[in-house]
Structure formats: C-alpha cells, structure tokens
C-alpha cells in the first residue's frame, strides 16, 4: 500500500552551510532524518524545482524546498478507521483513553486492528515516527490513560522521561483478598521459563517495582490505587498474582476464579462474568515535552469496572447484617 506526502517549506538564511537533510530535519520536525534522508536518496525532494539525489548537498538560504513522496507500508501497518477517545491533544502529543480488547501493537492476528493503525489513519504523517509515535502500552484488556508522541522530538523525550522514570503512571484495580496495609513489590520480572508468553517474577528478570496503596476493602477483594516506578510486561498483573492478590478477572495470573463462600447466585454470576482483568490506567503526570510545563490528566473508571466494584460492594453489605 502506497501512501503519498507532500510538503513545501522555504530554507531559512539561518540554515546557511547545512547539509539538505539536516535543514529539512529542521523544516519538517514530524518527520525522522532517515526518513527525509531516504526520500532525498529516492528523488522525492527537489530544490527550487530540480530534483536533488544527494544528502550532503549544501544549503544557502532561501530556496523553495518540495517534497512529493510516497511511504510504502508493510501489511501490519496499514492504517485504518478506528475510534479514538482523545483525552487531550496539541502538536506534539496525543492523550488517549484505551478501550477493553483494543490491542497496541500489530502483531499475530491483530494486523490492522490496533492503536498503531488507527495512528497511521488519523494522523499519517506518523508513519515515520517508530511505532507511529506510541512509547509504552497497555495490556489488550486493560483500560486508560496512554500518552503518543506526534513528531520525533516528542518521542525523543517521551522515551527518555519514561527511562528516567519521570513520567508518572497511576492505575487503579480490583484484586481478590483483603490487603491490610499499603505497600510495594519489589521483584524482578523476565520470560516465564516455560510458557513463554507468559511473564513471571525471575532472578534472573529485571528489576520491576510497584507501589499500592488501598482505596477500599470489601468482604474478600481489595480496590487498589498502584504507581508504577518500572514498566515491565504484565508488572501490575505479574506483582499482584505474585503476593497472592491477582487481579479479579485476569486470564492467565489470577488461576480460578475465587468465589467467598456463602456469596449469592447473583454476585457469582457477575464475578465469574467479569471477563478481562479489573485494571485501569487512571492518571498520568508528566512535562511538556515542548514547553516543559507540569501537566496531569484523570480518567474514571470505565462502566463495566463501576458495575463488578457494585457487586462487590453489595455483596459486602450482605454479610455486615
């Protein structure tokens, strides 16, 4: 699938002695140097109307820059017309809220039905920005706050905040069993050593941390606040199955489902219907990436989370006569 560009600047006198695909790095921010680099190589970009082949090529000031390119997509990359809830946007960086079963990444069985491709619909030009501007993910089936990076230099950032740990992610969950008291788990995660899509806590794993404090405890399930200082594959979910408060929901760390005793038909039917893990990205902190100024955003809690914390909590109620 071909996908076509076209973009016109005018080199600027301050640009005086550049090599060509420096100075439209510098025109075209959205896009990598590589990427401009490749169309200079493909004879895509011309210089006051003469096409130029040469990335090298010296810049005076002044000339009329035109860029008439094409991107050629693999399969899994195709863009797509998908939804997305956009919690706040500028042009740099893009906030989402993640539905349930909506997958990031293209991958098997999911090739043109995910965050990436409906990134490449609603915004082409990410096609040269790695990963179409997404830096980190949440799980298919887990619900929130995802901050995507909409030029190369937000993504530079972007990365090198969530390395430096900068970037604050809070979540919010449902997990079987009563937790006393806050606290974290600190514990290494790496490749489960046999089922292999599967993570597992792991000496030899690296190093993971997770903070929970308690927003409410029911009769056998505890509603949880977690901030994440790492962001391992499946962290909150491997940490909880971990200190044995797996998720309520979760498909492959929480084993059976946990049913109290003595509960109603009622409350069983909608515990064991709850078919994806209770978790839910609810905040997030960061800088501008541009501007450098403190920005935060909230989500709530999706409805099928409000409707299994009230079946809970009337389940609780029951038993306190």
Not at 39 to 48: D, K, M, R, T
Not at 153 to 171: C, P, T
Not at 233 to 243: A, E, G
Request: proline letters at 5%; charged letters at 25%.
């Amino acid at each position: 699938m071909q996908k076509k560009i076209k973009l016109n600047a005018k080199v600027s006198t301050l640009q005086l002695g550049q090599r060509l695909d420096q100075a439209l790095k510098e025109l075209f921010p959205n896009y990598s140097r590589s990427c401009l680099k490749t169309w200079i190589l493909n004879q895509y970009v011309s210089v006051n109307g003469v096409i130029v082949d040469k990335a090298k090529k010296k810049v005076s000031g002044g000339e009329l820059i035109s860029i008439d390119a094409e991107i050629k997509e693999r399969i899994f990359w195709d863009s797509k017309e998908i939804p997305l809830n956009i919690v706040y946007e500028d042009d740099e960086i893009l906030l989402i809220n993640k539905p349930s079963k909506l997958v990031v990444h293209p991958g098997p069985g999911h090739y043109d039905d995910t965050i990436m491709n409906a990134m490449l619909y609603h915004f082409p030009e990410s096609a040269c920005i790695p990963r179409a501007g997404i830096v980190h993910r949440l799980d298919k089936d887990t619900t929130g706050l995802m901050v995507i990076a909409k030029t190369i230099s937000a993504h530079n950032y972007l990365l090198k905040n969530l390395r430096k740990r900068e970037i604050i992610r809070e979540y919010e969950a449902i997990v079987t069993g009563q937790i006393i008291t806050s606290g974290k788990v600190d514990a290494p995660i790496g490749r489960h050593i046999r089922k292999r899509t599967h993570m597992a806590v792991n000496s030899m794993g690296k190093p993971a941390i997770t903070h929970y404090s308690i927003i409410k405890n029911f009769r056998n399930h505890t509603w949880l606040r977690l901030q994440l200082e790492t962001g391992r594959t499946h962290q909150i979910r491997v940490h909880m199955s971990h200190i044995t408060h797996p998720i309520v929901g979760d498909p492959i760390y929480s084993g059976r489902p946990h049913l109290p005793k003595g509960s109603s038909e009622v409350f069983m039917a909608a515990l064991s219907a709850f078919n994806r893990q209770a978790l839910h990205a609810t905040m997030l902190r960061m800088n501008h990436p541009i501007s450098g100024i403190a920005m935060e955003w909230h989500t709530e809690l999706p409805i099928d989370m409000i409707e299994l914390i009230n079946a809970i909590q009337t389940d609780t109620e029951k038993f306190k006569h």
